[in-house]
């Protein structure tokens, strides 16, 4: 069978442990034979990003904590020389209290934290790819369901995701002339680091299993399928979108 993403490279941000959301997309798009660069937060995550890397045949593995304009910097000219044709991001992050505590109460500084790592990263992620993307390519980010519905806990998070869709909106909307893609995977739960933060998880990852249309939560492996679909020549004519990988979680009222 012909590999969906051969002859493409893609940049990867968000692997923290072989749990991660990012992980299984990268092991689907090197199995789709695509050529793959990484990125990790900072050296806390640094060997277990390249042993992770080192199991994809990673080509490199960048420091880069989205917050800080010299690692974006640092980023973008260690992308000198490189065609990019799929930007996959899997970054968000907010305080724990503002994941179990009453939503009126969030900070000030939390709520822009939330928003500065989650949602802003986006836009300063792609301003650095979309330049060495000459050929066209497709941007992906990872959104939930807590976007546009009210999911217990979720929080600020949830308002970060519902900025983070209008900014797949608006990022598609300027790059679609360079015949970038744009797009967001609202994933289903998966129990992951991020995931463990929110308080009552496992509670989200039953309900979904009793109501779900599948009866059952998605696997890393599916997401990672559909981001492969998006980055491939498949999914051209897809852009500004958020498709659900929930195992149909989404359309279901009483
Ligand atoms: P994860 O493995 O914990 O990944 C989150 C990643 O974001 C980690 O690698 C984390 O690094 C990174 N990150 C946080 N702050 C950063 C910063 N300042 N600079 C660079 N990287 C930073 O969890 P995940 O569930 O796979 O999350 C990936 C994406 O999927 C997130 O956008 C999440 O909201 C989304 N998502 C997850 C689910 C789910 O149920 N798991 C469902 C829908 C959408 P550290 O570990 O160092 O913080």
Redesign the pocket.
């Known amino acids: 069978m012909p590999q969906l993403l051969e002859g493409k490279t893609a940049l990867i941000?968000?692997?923290?442990?072989r749990?991660?959301?990012?992980?299984?997309i990268a092991q689907a798009y090197q199995r789709e034979g695509a050529h793959i660069l990484l990125?990790?937060?900072?050296e806390?995550?640094k060997k277990t990003v390249e042993e992770l890397g080192a199991s994809l045949g990673a080509a490199r593995i960048i420091e880069?904590?989205?917050?800080?304009e010299e690692?974006l910097a640092r980023l973008g000219e260690s992308l000198a020389g490189e065609k990019l044709h799929a930007v996959v991001?899997?970054?968000?992050?907010a305080n724990a209290e503002d994941l179990s505590r009453p939503f009126v109460e969030t900070s000030r500084d939390g709520f822009a934290l939330a928003h500065?790592?989650?949602v802003y990263?986006l836009v300063s992620v792609a301003r650095v790819a979309a330049p060495h993307m000459t050929e066209g390519g497709a941007i992906i980010?990872?959104?939930?369901?807590g976007a546009t519905r009210v999911v217990a806990n979720y929080n600020v998070?949830g308002v970060a995701?519902a900025a983070?869709e209008a900014t797949v909106r608006y990022l598609a909307s300027e790059l679609g002339e360079k015949n970038i893609r744009v797009n967001a995977?609202?994933?289903?739960?998966?129990?992951?680091?991020?995931?463990r933060?929110i308080k009552d998880?496992s509670t989200?990852l039953e309900k979904v299993e009793a109501r779900a249309p599948m009866r059952r939560n998605v696997t890393?492996a599916e997401v990672g399928d559909v981001a492969v679909f998006l980055a491939s020549d498949l999914g051209r004519g897809v852009t500004g979108d958020v498709l659900f990988v929930d195992a149909g979680y989404h359309i279901m009222g009483l």
Do not use: E
Request: net charge positive.
């Open positions: 941000l968000g692997i923290a442990n749990w991660s959301l990012a992980y299984a990125t990790y937060q900072n806390r995550l880069c904590d989205v917050t800080r690692d991001h899997a970054i968000a992050f500065n790592v989650s990263s980010t990872l959104t939930y369901l998070m995701k983070l995977i609202s994933a289903g739960p998966v129990k992951t680091a991020a995931a933060g998880f989200v890393p």
